[in-house]
């Protein structure tokens, strides 16, 4: 099983980043995907997240009109669109799948390892 986090980086507040999550040896379309982010001194916060289908998202108050989650079940592919990004959206970002069928309060069944965000004021 492997869950594999790109595109992070460097990025001035308001501007963007997609991050996408690449999955691998699972089903992955029985699997609920979100993405969960890890700030220096805080506790992991769940941001995002999607259903097997893709037809229920969840976001968090905190990115909600911001971040957008999808998914691409042919590709075994989640991403998240980032806009509008704040300094207080620098963390770690990991996406995590869930052999729930839903979107919302999701666990991790199998995690990646992570991709840095950091957004400068």
């Known amino acids: 099983v492997q869950l594999v986090e ?3 980086g460097l990025v001035r507040a308001g501007g963007s980043l997609r991050l996408s999550c690449a999955a691998s040896g699972f089903t992955f379309d029985d699997y609920g995907i979100g993405w969960f982010r890890r700030a220096p001194g ?3 916060e769940f941001v995002a997240g999607i259903n097997w289908s893709g037809s229920s998202t969840y976001h968090a108050d905190s990115v909600k009109g911001r971040f957008t989650i999808s998914r ?3 590709q075994n592919m989640v991403y998240l669109q980032m806009n509008s990004l704040k300094p207080e959206d620098t963390a770690v970002y990991y996406c995590a799948a869930d052999h729930r069928d839903r979107a919302a309060a999701l666990r991790g069944d199998y995690w990646g390892q992570g991709t840095q965000v950091t957004v400068s004021s």
């Open 72 to 74: 691409d079940n042919a």
């Open 6 to 8: 790109s595109g992070g």
């Open 42 to 44: 805080k506790e992991r």
